[in-house]
């Protein structure tokens, strides 16, 4: 059984596109994969069709080329983080360009000098945007756009004076022949200048604090503001360092075509823009890295260089970035405003189950599932001091615990349970609980992993973490759900992570979705290492130790069965089932004083919904066109206590049918003679009294103690 | 009132000038004023008739194509697409004329390609919902583009005589060049569109706030297309214009710096970014200062290098002016607001 089950589960994950769609929309290295692929593509394809294209020597000089449009295309992405904009980039760029020339021409300045003067003249020019753009809130987009005009005209003026002087001048500089045809490492001196500066303001943007402040403003300048973050000088600078960084583009152009003219730079902040949004850096600011700007860079270079080598005239050139630009803006908009929808709508992705037919639970048919009303005289201890009390448990000395809503573990004790404390504030969820040998309590907490708590009420974490899966995109290192515990005879903690795909709030989901996303983990205490012991189980909820430590009966909430894994034996490392045909929901599993266990029904099947369990389709599209709370929904609002045999056979039922005072039954202790009922929506905690059992009887003792029936 | 408002404002501002606190029109024409009184008593040969229609003749495509642009700064968009529409409907048109095809029929052509360009960008706009500036700029180069491959020379030329094609660029009635009748006819039709209108009212109430509109059930998406529409006849309707006075259509337009004339003209005269204020007095007033000093720099032979840079300027200038008469909310601004 567990063979075939646990392929036909694997097979199930393996064959779910959905499944896979919806991790990788949420996986934060997707996107830059698909400009990645484009780039690659366009590059094999013109590999493919242009002679030559794929040597090392002409690799290089498409790098050298290359270098100088990356500049100027990182200048444009950090403008665009944070949410502003700079289109005078190729007119900064060439009339930086212009002022390196002059600088070493006519003024015949050092190469040192130069390099420092034009980057200074870069920085101002950078500064004047930034003045007006962050000092006088002018807007980005038309502001920029007219320093354009202003600096091209400017830039074509200073050209039809000098280009006779420029042409005609030389200087004869090693170092400035080296900038421009240069090579570090074999590497275009411009193209290694440009990776180190990439590394830079990769790291600066990435790992600096006012790299943070930068996106934080591009994200929401209200935010930034209000967060303290000085608005309008982070803008002005990151003006100046777009004006720096286009200069610095400048200088290398310079120092390689050693001339000027009236094409220079045309037309660059256009590409520019088309490449980093098209790399995936949003328009809407706040977004994007220096290396996605790079992606879109070189698809944008690849694919104008290419189209010229083709022959392709200017203009289809043109309309072909036009068309690039309209299509990455939309789907850029499109895709900021609707990720989150649609990772939404295809991330519950339901999944055929065929449940075992349900007994009946018909009152007075003389099945051990007949309902009855023996708890709805129940005693009520705590009415409303305790909020959804999910598992309850007593120490040694008659003192009673319960995990609750609030993070809280809430103990009872004195005559009649009168005296209320709260023992432990651990946060979270607190779920299953259980004493150790030392008596600890160890708590499964929702959302935290598993905790301890020590007598003397301080808390400590168990562990929340387990072994990663290597082939699922979904992280599941972290606990997510653990749910309930139980500790074997050599104080291995074994417990119950019900769900790696939802989270407490959403985990009927995952019952609708009926996949195997749970996991039984273990926790040694020895090694304090945590592993996963069964990977891929339908919700497993209840844990219980059987009475002979030798195997692990496990609940699973979905499939409605109880599982047994064998601990040690012959059968050591398999998984069977125990019973097959419930009438309900199993949640937790505890032992009985009679060597037989108790076992809590959540909710109680329905005809629909076993029907809807056999349509994945059904279910699909209820997720996806019905509103949440008009969904079809397994029916965890009333249930019973079941008590079976080693041997998996139900032996009589416990009810409430009202509802009224144990709507949902998630667990049940037995101690002293006396049955203890929690339910995870409860406002109290139910007892009553057990006829012919032994009223000795406590867990602690059945546990490490002198009722324990463990054979050694 | 918020659909009232910006529109009574200027009306009142049409009839009762109040010197106390003039408004930005005002300020304009009083410039405007100013430089005539001085390029005339300065310049030689700007005073005279001939030269005055002629400054008049040689605004008027500048006017119509800002009446376009001023609609939809009003509702708060931007069409920098609008030179490179009436450029290249227009050169399809002719090329087309030249092919062998009946000049009504170019005509028509030209005006199904402006208006299929302006209902594209309308719909990226209002449903793609991308940014106006990002995709009407982009729209220019893509239809230079595409222009370019359809009609492959950098100037087209119109027969020599069609007068479907020339008369209201090159006609005259009554001794007045027909342009600026067409000007005037489309200031005069736009004004009564934007203020006497609901269609017109509802642009200023998107252009004043997009949101309250869309609440208040203004069909925005549907109107967005329609403004970009408009805008598009109109480019078309200078086109035609252009081509009477010009005898050709020039793409190397597309490529220049006619469109940010365009949009200075609208800025200038005081219809703000910020949309939802300012009129067609406003595109008026700021068409014949641009013109003004247009003509003279003709006149003083001014380097077009040098013009750009002076018209740079003024427009930096007129935008930090609007920034500052109208701040807008630059915290909760987007890109391409």
């Known amino acids: 059984m567990s063979m075939t089950m646990d392929s036909f589960t ?133 502001t920029t756009l007219v320093t354009l005009i202003i600096l091209r005209a400017s830039v074509n ?359 195997p996303n749970g996991r039984l983990v273990c926790y040694d205490p020895a090694t304090k290492t945590t592993r996963t012991v069964i990977n891929h189980f339908y919700f497993p909820n209840g844990v219980c130790a059987s009475h002979d430590g030798r195997s692990l009966l496990i609940a699973s909430t979905s499939l409605c069965k109880v599982f047994r894994y064998w601990l040690e034996g012959p059968k050591k490392g398999r998984t069977e089932v125990l019973i097959d045909e419930l009438p309900g929901n199993p949640d937790n599993i505890n032992r009985a004083s009679d060597g037989t266990y108790w076992l809590a029904l959540v909710g109680i099947r329905t005809p629909t919904f076993d029907l809807a369990s056999r349509k994945p389709g059904f279910r699909l599209r209820m997720v996806k066109q019905v509103p949440a709370d008009e969904w079809l929904a397994p029916a965890l609002n009333h249930g019973c206590v079941l008590k079976f045999n080693e041997a998996g056979e139900a032996l009589e039922s416990w009810w409430d049918p009202t509802g009224i005072s144990h709507s949902t039954l998630t667990s049940m202790r037995e101690h002293k003679g006396y049955l203890y009922l929690g339910g995870l929506e409860n406002n109290r905690i139910g007892r009553i009294k057990l006829d012919g059992v032994d009223d000795t009887w406590t867990g602690y003792d059945a546990y490490w103690g002198a009722k324990s029936r463990v054979t050694r | 009132m918020a659909i009232e408002s910006p529109v009574a404002a200027t009306e009142a501002g049409h009839v009762r000038l109040n010197f106390a606190k003039p408004n930005q029109e005002q300020i304009v024409l009083l410039i405007t004023i100013v430089l005539l009184v001085v390029f005339g008593a300065t310049l030689n040969g700007f005073a005279t008739v001939s030269n005055l229609l002629n400054l008049l003749r040689s605004i008027s495509i500048l006017g119509i194509l800002g009446l376009g642009m001023g609609l939809i700064v009003i509702s708060r968009g931007i069409d920098l697409s609008e030179v490179a529409i009436m450029a290249g409907s227009w050169a399809i048109g002719l090329i087309e004329v030249q092919q062998g095809m009946p000049p009504w029929a170019a005509v028509l052509l030209a005006l199904a390609v402006a208006l299929v360009i302006g209902a594209i960008n309308g719909l990226m706009v209002a449903f793609v919902e991308a940014p106006a500036l990002f995709v009407t700029l982009a729209a220019g180069f893509v239809i230079y583009g595409l222009a370019f491959w359809f009609a492959p020379a950098w100037v087209v030329y119109a027969p020599k005589d069609e007068p479907v094609l020339l008369f209201l660029g090159a006609g005259r009635i009554l001794g007045i060049p027909v342009p600026i009748l067409v000007f005037a006819v489309a200031a005069i039709a736009m004004q009564l569109f934007l203020s006497r209108t609901s269609i017109g009212r509802f642009i200023y109430s998107q252009g004043d706030n997009p949101e309250a509109a869309r609440l208040t059930g203004i069909p925005l998406r549907p109107l967005i297309v329609l403004e970009y529409v408009l805008v598009a006849l109109l480019a078309w309707l200078a086109g035609l214009v252009w081509i009477g006075t010009t005898g050709s259509i020039q793409m190397a337009i597309t490529q220049g710096t006619m469109i940010f004339d365009v949009v200075l003209v609208v800025v200038i005269g005081g219809i703000s970014l910020v949309g939802g204020r300012g009129s067609v007095y406003s595109v008026v007033v700021g068409c014949v200062l641009i013109g003004t000093l247009l003509n003279a720099f003709t006149i003083m032979d001014v380097n077009s290098e040098v013009q750009n840079i002076i018209k740079g300027v003024v427009l930096l200038a007129a935008i930090v002016l609007d920034n500052w008469l109208h701040p807008r909310d630059e915290e909760t601004a987007r890109q391409g607001d």
Not at chain 1, 27 to 38: A, G, H, S
Not at chain 1, 258 to 274: I, M, N, P, R
Not at chain 1, 475 to 483: E, G, T
């Open chain 1, 10 to 142: 694997a097979s199930v994950r393996r064959f779910s596109p959905r499944l896979l769609l919806s991790e990788l929309l949420l996986k934060q290295w997707f996107e830059p994969v698909i400009p990645f692929t484009v780039m690659i593509g366009l590059w094999l394809y013109f590999a493919l069709t242009i002679p030559d294209y794929a040597s090392t020597q002409n690799m290089l000089s498409l790098l050298r080329l290359f270098a100088e449009f990356g500049f100027v295309a990182l200048a444009m992405s950090f403008c665009l983080i944070t949410g502003g904009i700079d289109l005078s980039v190729g007119a900064i760029f060439a009339l930086c360009n212009f002022a390196a020339l002059f600088f070493l021409l006519v003024l015949e300045w050092p190469v040192g000098v130069v390099i420092v003067a034009t980057l200074a003249v870069g920085a101002a020019l950078g500064s004047i945007n930034g003045f007006l753009v962050g000092h006088l809130k002018t807007r980005p987009f038309l």
């Open chain 1, 157 to 515: 003026l200073l050209n039809t004076s000098y280009a006779q002087v420029f042409a005609t001048n030389s200087v004869d500089s090693d170092a400035w022949d080296f900038l421009g045809v240069g090579s570090v490492l074999g590497i275009p001196i411009n193209a290694a200048t440009l990776f180190v500066v990439l590394l830079v303001c990769h790291i600066f943007l990435s790992r600096s604090r006012y790299g943070w402040h930068l996106t934080a403003i591009g994200a929401s300048r209200k935010a930034a503001r209000h967060a303290g973050i000085r608005v309008r000088l982070m803008l002005f600078f990151t003006y100046v360092l777009s004006g720096t960084l286009c200069a610095a583009s400048g200088i290398f152009y310079a120092a390689r075509q050693s001339s000027t003219d009236s094409t220079t730079g045309v037309g660059w902040e256009f590409q520019a823009l088309t490449a980093v949004v098209l790399g995936g850096v949003s328009l809407a600011g706040g977004k994007g890295t220096v290396w996605r700007a790079m992606i879109g860079a070189i698809i944008i270079f690849l694919l104008i260089n290419g189209l010229v080598r083709m022959g392709i005239p200017g203009y289809v050139t043109s309309a072909v970035t036009g068309m690039i630009l309209l299509a990455a803006v939309g789907i850029d908009v499109k895709w900021a405003k609707n990720r989150g929808k649609a990772i939404q709508k295809i991330y519950v992705n339901p999944a055929f189950v065929a449940l075992a037919p349900a007994p009946s639970v018909q009152r007075g048919s003389g099945s051990p599932f007949a309902q009855n009303d023996r708890l709805i005289h129940a005693q009520a201890i705590g009415v409303d001091q305790v909020e959804g009390p999910e598992d309850v448990i007593l120490d040694r000395h008659d003192r009673l615990y319960g995990s609750t809503r609030d993070g809280n573990i809430i103990r009872f004790s004195g005559e009649n349970f009168t005296t209320r404390e709260i023992f432990a504030h651990i946060g979270g969820r607190p779920l299953g609980m259980q004493f150790d040998r030392d008596e600890n309590l160890i708590v499964a907490v929702a959302g935290m992993g598993v905790y301890g708590v020590a007598p003397d009420g301080r808390v400590f974490k168990v562990t929340d973490e387990t072994n990663r899966t290597w082939y699922k995109l979904n992280d599941d290192s972290r606990l997510r759900m653990a749910d309930d515990l139980d500790i074997a005879p050599d104080g291995k903690i074994y417990f119950s992570d019900c769900t790696t795909r939802y989270e407490m709030t959403t985990n009927t989901l995952d019952i609708l979705e009926a996949r």
